[in-house]
């Protein structure tokens, strides 16, 4: 027999051994249970129900989601070794690639998976893959329904939903052991509280905004983990510049975390994350809003303290996979070469801000001899990034200020009002503040995003509280407000404080 002038036979390759090999690719609980997550949010799930289930007979994980399902022909291909050719184009949505997530991800923990899938309107299937009975029979024997009572009971039903999938891991060798022990049970306990906080920061930009996702575990919902302290006031936005990666565009963006003496104690052990403050520090690679890579400075740059408050934003599309080289477990990523010199840029810019952010630690009083004071760090000013502009914002920590506030005569809400006006007004900040529109209509508004909505806000609140302190009238503060920067370009809201909307 002949194929294009060559003899040749077929040789497959041995059910056993394959499978057993997969179970080494690498995989952790936190990237293996990402990788299942990532088939529930490309079948367009809206919950993903996370249960971890510890018994010394029957221990389990089940995913359960109400996205749209399959039918059984789709079933069959999905629970395929390499469903899907990583040569294909894939839908922007769908986080997969290589068509062995699902399976490489559950028998890295698991030795039998165990799939049932429901349609909208239509009849549940069901699929099981046990590696013993590959093993005894040598075979790729993919079993039509579950493998005992136990694990049909173990699946349960699809909700209320009336559509969706749902996955089991059984016989959790990897996860659990032989460890029934009060011991291995606090492990256990441990790992699953390591896979929340994974999944808080891998898939934080799907658990927010519009067409959020809930993610739950043994039913309590996951809180989204911002990497970059975006609600906070005190962040600073670098740069935000878009890429051509070939012919696809990537889209870089950096940010320096605030110094812990401009952020409340909650604020910062927000912030440090999974793994602490140093781990955290570098360039975040996404890939279809997934987080891929969290915290590393790709080899160009070493792990340091002062370096610890940047952190650089990269995302990029499927399209970008082979470029990027990403590997199956979706937990590594290198940027092309051609794209290393603005990368690289980019990381020294961000490091030198946080240098400068880590060594400005306010102002300290140091005594000397004679009962003098000497004021180290005593600057008007501090130039702050937001949105892609630079700002200038009065110094908090100048020892003036710090006496006036030791008066308890001082109403502090007061004072801030008047301050914040001043940097509102400053002459510089007035610039940046222009609208880009070039209408002669001052009063024209301008699109804002949702955190500099809530800054302006929050600053019309203490303003009008000043103003009310001072015996203002309302037509009074709404006219002081209508021709002031930067609230004269937002009547909307400011109309709506005055009214108590955001008391």
């Known amino acids: 027999m002949s194929y294009f002038g060559y003899d040749h036979e077929n040789v497959e390759p041995e059910a056993s051994s394959v499978v057993e090999s997969l179970r080494s690719i690498g995989y952790s609980l936190e990237t293996a249970i990402s990788d299942i997550i990532d088939n529930s949010i490309a ?50 949505k769908d986080l997969g690639r290589f068509g062995m997530g699902l399976k490489t991800a559950a028998f890295s923990q698991a030795r039998r998976l165990t799939v049932k899938t429901k349609r909208k309107n239509g009849n549940y299937y ?41 996955v089991l891991l059984e016989n959790l060798d990897r996860v659990v052991g032989d460890h029934y022990t009060p011991k291995g049970y606090n492990a256990f306990l441990s790992k699953v509280n390591a896979l929340e906080k994974h999944l808080s920061m891998v898939f934080h930009r799907f658990l927010k905004g519009k067409n959020s996702i809930a993610i739950l575990i043994n039913g309590r919902q996951i809180e989204p983990w911002d990497p970059y302290l975006l609600d906070v006031d005190a962040t600073q936005e670098l740069i935000d510049e878009p890429f051509m990666d070939g012919n696809q565009k990537i889209k870089i ?54 370096y610890k408050l940047a ?7 499927s399209e970008s996979d082979f470029n990027w080289q990403i590997d199956i477990k979706k937990s590594t990523a290198r940027p092309p070469q051609e794209l290393l010199p603005e990368i690289k840029r980019i990381g020294l810019l961000t490091r030198n801000a946080s240098y400068r952010t880590f060594y400005h630690r306010g102002t300290k009083v140091i005594g000397e001899r004679n009962n003098q004071m000497k004021y180290k760090n005593a600057h008007l000013w501090e130039q702050i990034y937001k949105h892609g502009k630079s700002f200038y914002k009065i110094n908090k920590s100048h020892p003036m200020l710090l006496k006036l ?44 995003t949702k955190d500099q909505k809530n800054n302006l806000l929050n600053g019309l609140k203490d303003l009008i509280y000043a103003m009310r302190l001072l015996n203002y009238t309302d037509d009074q503060i709404l006219y002081q407000l209508n021709n002031i920067e930067p609230y004269k370009h937002h009547p909307e809201l400011v109309s709506l404080s005055l009214e108590g909307y955001y008391e």
């Not at 005894?136 to 209320?160: D, F, P, R, V």
């Not at 781990?279 to 400075?297: E, H």
């Not at 209509?441 to 699109?447: A, D, F, I, L, V």
């Open 253 to 306: 963006s950096a940010f320096v975390l605030p110094h812990h003496s401009k952020i409340t104690k909650h604020q910062y052990d927000y912030g440090e994350g999974p793994k602490g403050w140093n781990a955290q520090q570098g360039f975040y690679i996404y890939r279809n809003k997934r987080l891929l890579v969290a915290g590393t400075w790709l080899n160009l740059f070493r792990k340091e303290e002062p």
């Open 405 to 448: 506030l030791e008066d308890l005569s001082i109403d502090e809400r007061l004072l801030n009002s008047y301050l914040s006006l001043i940097e509102e007004n400053a002459p510089v900040n007035l610039i940046a503040y222009k609208p880009t529109t070039e209408s002669t209509n001052e009063n024209t508004t301008s699109e804002i």
């Open 311 to 317: 952190r650089i934003i990269i995302d990029i599309t």
């Open 43 to 92: 079948a367009d799930a809206s919950k993903i129900k996370l249960t971890f289930h510890w018994n010394e007979k029957n221990n389990y994980i089940k995913i359960e989601d109400n996205g749209r399902g399959m039918d059984e022909g789709e079933l069959t291909q999905a629970m395929k070794f390499g469903s899907k050719s990583p040569l294909e184009t894939r839908d922007p």
């Open 126 to 166: 069901v699929r099981c893959w046990d590696l013993d009975i590959i093993n005894e029979t040598g075979k790729w024997t993919l079993l039509k329904k579950a493998y005992n009572e136990i694990s049909l009971s173990s699946l349960g039903n699809l909700s209320e939903e009336t559509h969706g999938t749902i």
